[in-house]
């Protein structure tokens, strides 16, 4: 069996398994296993109750990985997050009680409620997967995956995430309401007991490490590396942008499809796996400018925008 091919069926099985538990969004489960192969983290801003928190708790039963639940709250201290050094009296030195951020997958629940001091704390984790307290550098056990969520019509008592901070994710996701049909289906699978109760781990930790480093042996054409960057770029010229995306929205545009192309069993990325991913991998980075908002417009109207106007190259 290829590689491809087994990343791409070990892919479909953590899929099933979370919808187990989700129903209806394979588009935004399959963007979560796309982060998590992609070593990124996402974002899913979306109202309380269309399953967020589930999604994140489903993703590590697939994996047996360990997990961790933060509920950011004004209170909340960076030391609550990272951890911190204890004075043992017994042997007269300081020891290093881990936090919580020492997981596979950490759930940061409810992220922009913290103050930027302490959601700034997740900043060195995120990007170079280790943590520094007192001086001492610690590092974080592989795979490591940031699942932040934040609720975009409540804004008493939030701090926004500063861009530094939304930069580091590498998608954001949007749930969603489920179908009248959909619905059903949730409440058929409750009567008894919650189906997040019966995930069943799939794969190994071992396996998604595996699959982490295969996804980067997918072909992408020199065309298509082009492309992704005239989309980057095109965001930093548009009029209705004070802000566009960094180089860092380009190596997550080129991960992703390679990500995205493995899940579908192809050792190529395609055009379509860059359009499919630029709203997800896009739109958070982006800041408007105070016209674009009065006219009412989005950044995904914008992505969507500029998806349209550039080019797609021809890929032999």
């Known amino acids: 069996m290829s590689e491809i091919r087994w990343t791409a069926e070990r892919g479909a099985t953590i899929i099933d398994e979370i ?3 989700i129903v209806g969004k394979r588009q935004a489960v399959e963007t979560a296993v ?10 899913i801003e979306d109202i309380p109750g269309v399953g967020k928190t589930m999604l ?28 911190t050094s204890i004075f043992n009296q ?14 596979n997958v950490l759930l940061a629940d409810e992220i922009n409620r913290a103050t930027p001091k302490t959601q700034s704390s997740l900043l060195e984790c995120m990007e170079e997967f280790q943590v520094t307290v007192d001086g001492t550098t610690h590092v974080l056990e592989r795979p490591f995956f940031v699942i932040a969520t934040e609720n975009p019509i409540e804004y008493r008592g939030t701090y926004p995430l500063p861009e530094a901070q939304l930069d580091r994710f590498l998608m954001r996701v949007s749930m969603g309401y489920p179908t009248a049909e959909q ?15 019966s995930v069943k781990t799939v794969v190994e930790k071992e396996d998604v490490l595996r699959m982490q480093q295969q996804i980067k042996d997918v072909h992408i054409d020199p065309s298509l590396k082009q492309y992704l960057v005239e989309l980057v770029s095109a965001t930093r010229n548009h009029a209705m942008l004070a802000l ?22 192809r050792e190529f990325v395609l055009p379509d796996d860059i359009k499919a991913l630029a709203p ?20 995904a109207q914008l992505v969507a925008e500029i998806v349209d106007t550039v080019p797609v190259p021809v890929v032999h």
């Open 19 to 21: 919808e187990s538990v």
């Open 34 to 43: 796309i982060g998590l192969l992609c070593s990124g983290h996402i974002l």
């Open 56 to 83: 994140a708790k489903a993703l590590a039963g697939a994996l047996g990985a360990i997990y961790r639940r933060i509920q950011f709250t004004p209170d909340l201290l960076p030391a609550d997050v990272t951890g």
């Open 90 to 103: 017994k042997t007269g030195e300081f020891a290093f009680r881990p936090g919580p951020v020492f997981a």
């Open 183 to 197: 619905e059903v289906v949730v409440l058929d699978r409750q009567i008894k007991e919650h189906p997040i109760h």
């Open 244 to 265: 566009g995306a960094s180089p860092r929205a380009s190596l997550g545009l080129m991960r992703t499809g390679q990500a995205r192309a493995a899940l579908h069993e």
């Open 280 to 299: 997800a991998v896009l739109c958070h980075r982006l800041i408007l400018k105070p016209e674009a908002r009065v006219g009412r417009a989005d950044a």
